[in-house]
């Protein structure tokens, strides 16, 4: 339940009072009444616009209009106090009564607490990683694979029907090259001594067994083949090699996307003919000539007719062409064959998680959809800046595997998928970030995936302790959802409850804004504040989780704190982060 919305609700149901008495004009737009935390804290828990944004079109004064919505407030049983501030801001306070009653709901979902129905079964599509098949992903795909996943995850949490996508470029030269460097590597199983590689193609190491493969399967049978018999075969054969190590990648994550999809198979479906004819019927493609780019001449840049589409119609700042010189298609034709598919599919909002390289694409992309869909498609893409891998301060050495990266699946082996997760999503996704492996694995304050484990467990050892301590078997005989929470009086028990019951409203603001980030910070909030109460019952016996002379206070206090790690657990699981129990 988003305690906000359910507040909102009961001020617009007062506000539709004060009108059915006469007191303010029928015909008012309440949509943009909204409620939200104050600033400041001291001003209470919650605070609305509603005499503001009512005032104007009601011909009253703010506060007029306020005093007569405050008046009204004021019998709700579950109100402390209602002040009006400033030009006629409607702050109120909800009695600590109320804070306690919302335990019931945490403990009795558990880690479903959060889901929303906001998103009301919508589908989306998320489409995420999808790297050229030539290679293991690196750890620039790993940023992009977390992002998607986790905004997946957290889309899911909120009520969306989504289904993940990797989009696989196998239709383009570079996988002609990555079957020329698994040829190279053939001849090398077959004992040829293939020498350095050239350049030009893919040096890595990855290639050795895919060589191997070939060389066992089909023995010499393409050792003095001319490139036109084998190359088809050995890019058939190399991408879904590629794409079988991709996938292990992503399992190492703990990633498993619904759907992949083949830009060659779109191809040969006829998929992108089908998007040149519905352009053309629509009347946005011409035969033209376009400026030469702005910025720094290029040299080779020659003016020749184009066929181009219109995207400058839907928002972007040129329009782009469809077809290469020799007449095949452009890799912008096939990307928007890639999100016509999905349109056709039944996905009408499509998420995109794209590099930083990629940032020239978005508005060609987006333009692209709203086209071919009619506007019944929109399409938001979330650009990943880079990651630089540091250790101890130093950057990270390359990869001999690789050849010229640092490949994800290192980075796991070295750190642990779950570091990884919750480290990328510290940041907001389009700003840079420095991933030191050291600092990552120090037990400190500064480490927040450490911080918010460590919170977690430290319930856990909380409650194992008591279990010995009131010689109990298991939780479930303490009955915890029965305790009497008014015993929860101090205040930083009650600041750590109004944080619980604020985790649906988080839910639902990252889902709207699309940022799995943010719940990072409120994971780090929820885990200072149970350490800090940690801490004062270290100097204040009072305020101990278990009282032996009180069993009463002790029961309320192990109730706060499985609910606090359900909080987290649930936080973790949007991040696909495995809540510990123990750390060592």
């Given at each position: ?7 909102r609700e009961?001020?617009?149901t ?5 009108v059915a008495?006469?007191?303010l ?22 605070t609305?616009?509603?005499a ?5 079109p ?10 007569k ?7 709700l ?17 909800l009695?600590?009564?109320?804070w ?10 558990g880690?479903?607490?959060g ?14 990683v999808?790297?050229?098949p ?7 795909h ?5 992002t ?6 957290l889309?899911r ?16 030269s570079?996988?002609?090259t ?7 590597r053939?001849l ?16 890595g ?6 060589g ?6 089909d023995?010499?049978?393409w ?5 036109a018999?084998?190359?088809t075969?050995?890019?058939t054969f190399?991408?879904?090699q590629?794409m ?20 060659k198979a779109l ?13 053309d019927?629509k ?9 030469p ?5 290029v040299?080779?840049?020659?003016s020749?007719?184009q ?8 928002g ?24 016509y598919?999905?349109?056709?599919r039944g996905?009408?909002?499509?998420i995109d ?34 990651v630089?891998l ?8 390359m ?10 699946r290192e980075?796991?082996d ?6 990884v ?5 510290t ?5 840079q970030?420095?991933?030191d ?7 400190s ?6 911080y ?9 050892s909380v409650l ?16 915890l959802k029965d305790s ?10 009650l600041?750590?409850?109004?944080t619980?019951?604020n985790?649906?409203?988080m839910?639902?603001?990252a889902a709207?804004a ?7 910070y409120y994971l ?7 350490h800090?109460l940690?801490?004062k019952?270290?100097d204040?016996a ?10 009463e206070?002790?029961?309320a206090?192990?109730?706060?704190i ?9 936080g973790?699981s ?11």
């Amino acid at each position: 339940m988003n305690l906000f919305e359910t507040f909102r609700e009961r001020v617009v149901t007062i506000v539709n009072e004060i009108v059915a008495a006469g007191d303010l004009p029928e015909g008012l737009n309440l949509d943009r009444i909204n409620l939200e935390p104050p600033r400041d804290t001291s001003h209470g828990d919650m605070t609305t616009n509603a005499a503001m944004v009512l005032a104007k079109p009601a011909g009253m004064k703010p506060r007029d209009v306020a005093s007569k919505i405050a008046e009204k407030m004021k019998s709700l049983e579950a109100l402390k106090n209602v002040d009006i501030a400033g030009p006629g801001f409607i702050n109120f306070s909800l009695s600590n009564s109320f804070w306690h009653a919302q335990m019931a709901d945490i403990l009795d979902l558990g880690v479903r607490y959060g889901d929303s129905q906001m998103g009301k079964g919508a589908k989306i599509n998320v489409e995420f990683v999808s790297a050229n098949p030539t290679g293991p992903l690196h750890v620039a795909h790993a940023r992009g694979a977390v992002t998607g996943d986790a905004l997946s995850l957290l889309l899911r949490k909120a009520g969306y029907d989504v289904t993940t996508e990797y989009y696989i470029n196998d239709a383009g030269s570079q996988v002609d090259t990555l079957a020329r460097s698994t040829h190279l590597r053939y001849l090398e199983a077959l004992g040829e001594d293939i020498g350095t590689i050239p350049e030009g193609l893919y040096p890595g190491d990855y290639l050795v067994p895919v060589g191997k493969a070939l060389a066992d399967r089909d023995g010499d049978k393409w050792k003095l083949a001319d490139e036109a018999e084998w190359l088809t075969e050995f890019r058939t054969f190399a991408v879904a090699q590629m794409m079988d190590l991709v996938r292990d990648d992503l399992q190492s994550l703990g990633i498993k996307q619904d759907v992949f999809t083949s830009e060659k198979a779109l191809v040969e479906a006829g998929t992108v003919d089908a998007v040149f004819k519905t352009l053309d019927e629509k009347g946005l493609i011409y035969t033209g000539e376009l400026e030469p780019p702005k910025g720094k001449p290029v040299d080779d840049w020659e003016s020749r007719p184009q066929t181009l589409f219109k995207a400058t119609e839907f928002g972007d700042d040129t329009d782009r062409p469809l077809k290469k010189s020799d007449g095949s298609w452009t890799y912008f034709t096939n990307d928007i064959a890639n999100h016509y598919d999905k349109y056709r599919r039944g996905f009408s909002q499509m998420i995109d998680i794209f590099g930083a390289d990629h940032g020239g694409y978005v508005k060609r992309m987006k333009a692209a959809t709203n086209a071919v869909s009619g506007g019944e498609a929109s399409l938001e893409i979330k650009l990943c800046q880079m990651v630089h891998l540091m250790k101890g301060g130093e950057p990270m050495r390359m990869s001999k595997r690789s050849g010229n990266f640092v490949t994800l699946r290192e980075l796991i082996d070295e750190v642990g998928k779950d570091v990884v997760r919750f480290i990328m999503l510290t940041r907001k996704s389009d700003t840079q970030m420095e991933f030191d492996l050291q600092k990552v694995l120090e037990q400190s304050r500064d480490n927040p995936v450490f911080y918010v484990q460590y919170a977690h467990a430290r319930c856990h050892s909380v409650l194992r302790n008591a279990l010995e301590a009131l010689s109990v078997a298991d939780i479930a005989a303490l009955d915890l959802k029965d305790s009497d929470f008014a015993r929860l009086e101090d205040p930083a028990e009650l600041e750590i409850i109004r944080t619980m019951v604020n985790w649906p409203r988080m839910i639902e603001g990252a889902a709207q804004a699309q940022e799995p980030h943010r719940i990072a910070y409120y994971l780090n909030e929820l885990a200072t504040q149970f350490h800090g109460l940690w801490n004062k019952g270290k100097d204040n016996a009072s305020l101990r989780f278990v009282l032996t002379d009180d069993k009463e206070l002790t029961l309320a206090r192990l109730a706060l704190i499985q609910a606090v790690a359900l909080v987290i657990a649930s936080g973790l699981s949007v991040f696909g982060v495995d809540p510990l129990e123990e750390l060592r």
